[in-house]
């Protein structure tokens, strides 16, 4: 596959760069795209707030107006248009969407039935594809509509899941390497490890493809002798994301040899603003060649 630069060089002397960082949540994506963005002249396009906003908002608001709904004197107010509720949604702040993906296990402990669970992850699913396939329009909107040349488009960790990085007729690749400069934050073993205690003190929401869900789900249930409504949502989510995070990281590397270039996230690390992400990214398409 043909990179969007050939060389470092080309890519610092480009006068307009195009990048897209991909990898686990926590190693540092939105934070080299901050970094980027605050220096003024490069365009910040969140995958995930796009989902969040683009495509599954109102399913979002839908879901906080159905929690309101059960408290009578809020119950009013919404019928009558009297009060708006929405989700404040922001690149910093994925509350909302994590949220409403939510986890599957036993309601009385916040948990969704699995059927809802799924439903809501093939809503996701969507959503982000769709949402990746919108950033040649993002990258034409930035230039036409607000003079930026540079793009960085901040994709969510869940991107190896709804992708075939080894099939070289991919849509959704195909899409963004030919619209930009992939990039794979590489985490080592130890980072890996502390994404795992990370999760384990707070476990999130996250998507997974769906055979993937279901193995899992099932693996479950039959390690712990347990059936599904009477799942912990959070201790299935903590048992889910070990093993899925390992499962993705084969997934990244394919993705990085067959379309774009690898970064280490040691270095990433040690970035502090613009000036080293440019370089950072020009010694990675060095070592590429």
């Known amino acids: 596959m043909q990179l ?34 605050d220096n003024g002249d490069w365009f910040h ?71 809802e669970y799924m439903r809501r992850q093939d809503l996701h699913r969507r959503a982000e ?31 190896c899941e709804v992708v075939d990085p080894n099939n070289p007729r991919d849509d959704v690749l195909k899409a963004l390497s030919s619209n930009s400069l992939m990039v794979w934050i590489e985490g080592s073993e130890d980072h890996t490890e502390e994404l795992i205690r990370r999760f384990i003190k707070a476990p999130k929401p996250m998507y997974y493809a769906p055979d993937r869900m279901r193995k899992l789900w099932d693996d479950y249930k039959r390690e712990n002798a347990i059936e599904g409504n009477a799942i912990d949502p959070d201790a299935f989510m903590r048992f889910a994301y070990s093993r899925a995070i390992r499962h993705r990281v084969p997934l990244y590397e394919a993705m990085a040899r067959n379309w774009g270039i690898t970064v280490k996230a040691s270095d990433v690390q040690s970035v502090r603003d613009a000036a080293d992400v440019t370089d950072l990214v020009a010694a990675a398409l060095e070592t590429k060649r």
Do not use: W
């Not at 890519?11 to 994506?29: D, E, I, T």
């Not at 994590?98 to 986890?103: A, D, E, F, I, V």
């Not at 960085?152 to 960790?157: K, P």
């Open 45 to 115: 396009y969140s995958i995930d707030y796009r989902i969040g906003t683009a495509y599954m908002g109102e399913h979002i608001a839908d879901n906080l107006k159905r929690q309101a709904m059960q408290v009578p004197f809020l119950a009013k107010l919404l019928r009558t248009d009297s009060i708006y509720i929405g989700s404040n949604i922001t690149f910093n702040n994925l509350a909302p969407l994590s949220t409403y993906l939510g986890k599957p296990g036993d309601p009385a402990k916040g948990g969704l039935s699995f059927a």
């Open 129 to 159: 594809v769709n949402a990746l396939l919108d950033t040649p329009h993002f990258i034409t909107r930035a230039r036409d509509l607000y003079g930026y040349d540079n793009f960085i488009c901040d994709t969510g960790g869940s991107i």
């Open 4 to 37: 969007l630069y050939a060389n470092g060089q080309e890519f610092k002397s480009a006068p307009r760069k195009r990048v897209l960082f991909f990898g686990m949540s926590g190693l540092g994506k939105t934070h080299l795209a901050n970094l980027l963005r």
